[in-house]
Nanobody, 128 residues
Framework: QLQLVESGGGLVQPGGSLRLSCAASGFTLGDYAIGWFRQVPGKEREGLSCISSSGGMRNYRDSVKGRFTISRDNAKNMVYLQMNNLLSEDTAVYYC?????????????????????WGQGTQVTVSS
């Protein structure tokens, strides 16, 4: 059974950093593209970054470019989101998602509808 589990969230001051992890089990991570999303109450889930199955393609939302970095370690079945220079508006629940659609994330940041499996989310709060 395909399962994704996020971790690494928490409370951080503005300007600080966090690294989120997404642990995959029940499938071969190297066959899947992975996306990171976030959501705040009352708003739609928004895509932040994605990485293709091979890791060769990475895309980012404009608001996080230069601050967030996505990476993957297929041997460990892990995907990471390094978040630097965090802002108060980055406060949200963060989710990772997976899909084995081969074209996902090859040309652009992929949307919610392109992913089939989701983790339960991890809370990130940026506050002084």
């Amino acid at each position: 059974q395909l399962q994704l589990v996020e971790s690494g969230g928490g409370l951080v001051q503005p300007g600080g950093s966090l690294r989120l992890s997404c642990a995959a089990s029940g499938f071969t991570l190297g066959d899947y593209a992975i996306g990171w999303f976030r959501q705040v109450p009352g708003k739609e889930r928004e895509g932040l970054s994605c990485i293709s199955s091979s890791g060769g393609m990475r895309n980012y939302r404009d608001s996080v470019k230069g601050r967030f970095t996505i990476s993957r370690d297929n041997a460990k079945n892990m995907v990471y989101l390094q978040m630097n220079n965090l802002l108060s508006e980055d406060t949200a629940v963060y989710y990772c998602a997976a899909t084995n659609r081969r074209t996902t994330c090859l040309f652009r940041l992929s949307g919610v509808s392109e992913y089939d499996s989701w983790g339960q989310g991890t809370q990130v709060t940026v506050s002084s």
